[in-house]
């Protein structure tokens, strides 16, 4: 199957700074990438979805200026978490589908701490 | 209310054979996945089936759709401790936006 690489797989950062974390396809271009978040033993929520080259759509209730999405290339997108807070701490996982494909596939996830 | 919804734990001897079961809401889903997810780790593709389908089988897993019923499950015959893990049931609409379950919780003892 296609290869999602997601970096950092962990960051711990102090509470007001930002944060970013990359999703990056490897081997396939991505025209869709989606971004999800999942609470301690909670279900996956998605965050937003972005197209190579156009703005991100955010899901209801998702901060957009406080989560920037780039998706300036078909093999990278990257989330920031601006002026992060510790409610912000979560696993953040991005997925990520070509147009040929019939299934996204996922990176590892990043798991943030903010103290 | 949930889109997707799953029960939390199964526990399973090792050896015998797990079934996992989901429900969803949205008869317009074109595609329903299972996913795994190990502690710590992102999800892993198990196996998905077109919504057109009653039935796929892939080595250990099975996947019934009842479509009438919106119901979808993922058997594993013979169930090992590396099983051990959290399914995941997800549905998308063709827009490869995934609905997810809270994800069920497979314990596997000796």
């Known amino acids: 199957g296609a290869v999602v690489s997601q970096h950092p797989s962990r960051v711990i950062c102090k509470s007001g700074t930002s944060v970013k974390i990359e999703c990056r396809s490897l081997?396939?271009?991505?025209?869709?990438m989606f971004w999800y978040r999942q609470f301690p033993k909670q279900s996956l929520m998605l965050m937003a979805t972005?197209?190579?080259?156009?703005?991100?759509?955010?899901e209801q209730g998702v901060e957009k200026d406080k989560f920037l999405i780039n998706h300036a290339s078909l093999t990278l997108s990257t989330l920031t978490v601006t002026s992060a807070h510790p409610e912000d701490s979560s696993f953040y996982i991005c997925?990520?589908?070509?147009?040929?494909?019939?299934?996204?596939?996922f990176g590892q996830g990043t798991r943030l701490t903010v103290v | 209310g949930e889109d997707v919804e799953q029960s939390l734990f199964l526990s399973v001897r090792e050896g015998d054979s797990s079934v996992i079961n989901c429900t969803y809401t949205?008869?317009?889903?074109?595609?329903l996945y299972w996913y795994k997810q190990e502690p710590g780790a992102g999800l892993q593709l198990l196996t998905y089936?077109?919504?057109?389908?009653d039935m796929k089988q892939d080595q250990r897993l099975t996947v019934l759709l009842n479509k009438k019923d919106k119901h979808l499950s993922l058997r594993i015959a013979d169930t090992q401790t590396g099983d051990s893990a959290i399914y995941f049931c997800?549905?998308?609409?063709?827009?490869?936006?995934?609905?997810f379950g809270a994800g069920t919780t497979v314990t596997v003892r000796a």
């Open positions: 997925s990520a589908r070509s147009l040929v494909n019939t299934e996204a596939f």
């Open positions: 081997d396939f271009q991505a025209t869709t």
């Open positions: 972005s197209n190579e080259g156009s703005k991100a759509t955010y």
């Open positions: 949205d008869s317009s889903s074109t595609y």
């Open positions: 089936i077109f919504s057109n389908m």
């Open positions: 997800a549905e998308t609409k063709g827009d490869y936006k995934l609905s």
